[in-house]
């Protein structure tokens, strides 16, 4: 199976000549359908599609979806040399084959499901990082998306030679594989192929995304001749960007530092007891946040955003 995202707002695509109809899934869910020239209009096969996709794994996303059924011929005009499917975010529209393909090649209700998953990946929030090219959240968190594209091993974005380890088609396989978890090879990277605990976070993904960080907030006071250090640590479970803020006596003179590994990985030492601390954080769970004591005493209150 080959697949393409299509970058903008591709002339192919929007010059169809045929207007969308909106079909309701069994949910009473809206969804468009443009049905190609080439095909007879058949309402009733529209509406088994649209049942089919009201079956897929979804939120609410799929009432901004629009499908263009095709011919496998007219998708692989509209969307590259050998696509069965493509898929193009500006649009929130997907091409699909509305024939069966080939003997041998994957199915078409498989190829619209894995096409499916990146309409849902255009629709989550992977803050710092785009969900449509690297995966939603707790799916890249539980396969060290972020760790393998710094160690070169995952490429997102690239649908040319490095397609098999581009991570984005590889969350919209996993997504594909919810569905069709037997019989289906995997044609991607060993390093995002399912196992345990990819279909929970699959799951997780589509039915509750992460939406923004949470606020933690640590409390702590210092006397004057007390101790000079104050710790507090933080739970981090996903992958993301973390932020800390503090702020203290503003007679007092407070540092920060956040501790990585045993090792201090970032520092503020402005003036006075306000410090801040942001930088993005892949495959540690729990970090350790150090407040220093240079002059003054009083109580200071530590807030960090964590994903």
Request: hydrophobic fraction near 40%.
């Amino acid at each position: 199976m080959r697949d393409t995202l299509l970058r903008a707002d591709s002339v192919a695509l929007r010059d169809a000549g045929v207007a969308a109809n909106v079909y309701r899934t069994p949910r009473n869910e809206p969804l468009r359908v443009i049905l190609s020239p080439a095909f007879i209009a058949n309402r009733a096969a529209v509406q088994s599609f649209v049942d089919f996709m009201g079956s897929r794994l979804h939120g609410k996303e799929l009432s901004k979806l629009t499908v263009y059924l095709a011919p496998l011929r007219e998708v692989e005009a509209r969307c590259a040399p050998g696509a069965v499917a493509c898929y193009a975010p500006n649009l929130e529209l997907m091409v699909g084959p509305g024939e069966n393909t080939p003997a041998g090649q994957f199915s078409k209700e498989f190829a619209v499901t894995h096409e499916y998953g990146h309409h849902i990946a255009r629709n989550r929030n992977n803050s710092p990082w785009s969900a449509l090219i690297r995966g939603p959240k707790r799916w890249g968190t539980f396969h060290h998306v972020c760790e393998r594209v710094a160690a070169h091993q995952l490429f997102p974005g690239d649908e040319g030679a490095q397609y098999v380890a581009n991570p984005g088609e590889g969350w919209a396989q996993a997504y594909a594989f919810q569905h069709y978890p037997t019989g289906q090879p995997w044609q991607f990277t060993p390093l995002l192929a399912p196992v345990p605990g990819t279909r929970p976070a699959v799951r997780a993904d589509v039915l509750a995304p992460w939406r923004q960080p949470t606020i933690v907030v640590r409390r702590g006071a210092f006397a004057t001749a007390g101790a000079r250090v104050a710790t507090r640590t933080f739970a981090t479970p996903l992958d993301g960007r973390v932020s800390f803020t503090l702020s203290g006596p503003s007679t007092s003179n407070l540092d920060l530092e956040v501790i990585v590994g045993g090792r201090v990985a970032a520092s503020s030492r402005r003036g006075g007891s306000r410090e801040f601390i942001a930088g993005d954080l892949c495959g540690v769970r729990r970090i350790s946040v150090r407040v220093a004591r240079i002059r003054g005493a009083g109580a200071f209150r530590l807030a960090g955003r964590v994903p």
